[in-house]
């Protein structure tokens, strides 16, 4: 049997679905920033309870627009260590400096104490990341404190499409949210990300830096200095068949899940916990190793003995360790430091079968055991 760390499936009626839309497009000829794109706008921000939805080329972009329209550039963007290493570029290229906060090993997010002790009078913003599709369920009195502090609340919500804390959906937390397509994620999409935002203002800029700065799509004079961050029309129509069917890809992950869950403990190891009031959509099922374990060695043992694919972690490198940040680097953080280091992510996607899921929890356990862990 053999377990992939992720498939990406699109049933047949979904790609016929698709293709008759590109056709649509192809005939029209608007293959950018068409109907099949604010089509699909509409249909994410009903989804995700906002007001307004903007479709963009990727995750990192949306990031990227946003921070640009609060004007971050020359203050400080405070950034969870354990990230991907887009949510702070997007913070460096819209010109801040960032700022790297510890994170809690129970929800793999930002530490609230850390995020406030590093508050100042130069912070423009804060990026809440929901690692794996979890909101934090300190996200709340992260909110409430940038709020007290007149800071921006903005959500990397890349994983989290979907998700909810207690009712409220990911992206709506603070003053804008981004979402990724990339075809990892819950909805693929093959490129592209998405902006959310009640702030009309945010809208606006956005609409305008998507599209290289200009002041309108149909006149060649640029107000801000933009870049091409458009969706084009046959990616959005990837996306909105993909938007389709997520609650459905979400109640499947979510029993795969509910299945690891009554082994993992078993295996001597510890499942990320979800509150009750969490709706968590499980972009990665994620589990902490207990200490001696090699992680490498037990992938290699995995993948060359059982043919098993441990998914990317979510993240093995730290930002404040990647040679990259280094000029923003100015001390150790712990707590993203042991999530980094000490856990794996096993198989989890729709087409994932309870057969594949049980095979995969067996492997695990003669993996450990030969470890003489378990």
């Not at 920033?33 to 990192?60: C, D, M, N, Q, Y």
């Not at 997007?90 to 510890?102: E, P, Q, Y």
């Not at 599709?133 to 940038?146: D, N, R, V, W, Y």
């Not at 490129?191 to 203002?201: F, L, N, Q």
Request: glycine fraction near 8%.
């Amino acid at each position: 049997m053999r377990v992939p760390p992720a498939r990406v499936c699109f049933p047949a009626e979904d790609r016929a679905e698709i293709l008759a839309r590109i056709d649509e497009a192809l005939t029209s000829g608007q293959l950018t920033l068409g109907p099949i794109g604010r089509e699909l706008e509409a249909a994410f921000a009903k989804r995700h309870s906002t007001r307004h939805a903007v479709a963009v080329s990727s995750g990192t972009s949306a990031l990227e627009i946003i921070l640009r329209a609060l004007a971050v550039d020359g203050r400080e963007v405070i950034v969870p260590a354990n990230t991907f290493f887009a949510t702070a570029a997007a913070a460096v290229h819209a010109g801040a400096r960032v700022v790297f906060v510890d994170c809690d090993p129970e929800t793999m997010a930002f530490d609230l104490a850390d995020v406030e002790a590093r508050l100042g009078p130069d912070t423009a913003a804060v990026i809440a990341v929901h690692i794996g599709g979890l909101i934090s369920p300190a996200l709340p009195a992260l909110a409430q404190l940038c709020r007290d502090r007149g800071v921006h609340l903005v959500e990397d919500a890349a994983h989290a499409h979907g998700s909810a804390l207690g009712g409220q959906s990911a992206g709506t937390f603070g003053v804008a949210g981004a979402f990724s397509f990339y075809p990892t994620k819950v909805i693929a999409g093959g490129e592209g990300g998405m902006i959310v935002t009640d702030d009309e203002a945010i809208v606006e800029a956005a609409h305008t830096f998507r599209d290289q700065g200009k002041g309108s799509f149909l006149a060649n004079f640029h107000t801000r200095l933009g870049a091409n961050w458009r969706m084009s029309e046959p990616h959005a129509a990837i996306v909105q068949s993909q938007l389709a069917r997520l609650d459905e890809f979400i109640a499947a992950r979510q029993a795969l899940a509910k299945r690891y869950d009554a082994a993992i403990d078993d295996l001597g190891l510890r499942p990320l916990r979800i509150p009750a009031d969490a709706h968590c959509n499980y972009y990665k099922y994620v589990a902490f190793l207990p200490p001696g374990i090699d992680r490498a060695a037990l992938k290699q043992t995995m993948r060359e003995r059982f043919d098993v694919g441990l998914s990317g972690e979510v993240y093995d490198t730290p930002l404040h360790q990647q040679p990259v940040f280094e000029p923003f680097a100015d001390r150790a953080l712990p707590g993203a430091e042991f999530i980094g280091a000490r856990h794996i992510c096993l198989p989890l996607y729709p087409s994932l079968s309870e057969s594949d899921a049980d095979y995969v929890v067996e492997s695990l356990g003669t993996a450990l055991n030969e470890m003489g862990q378990h």
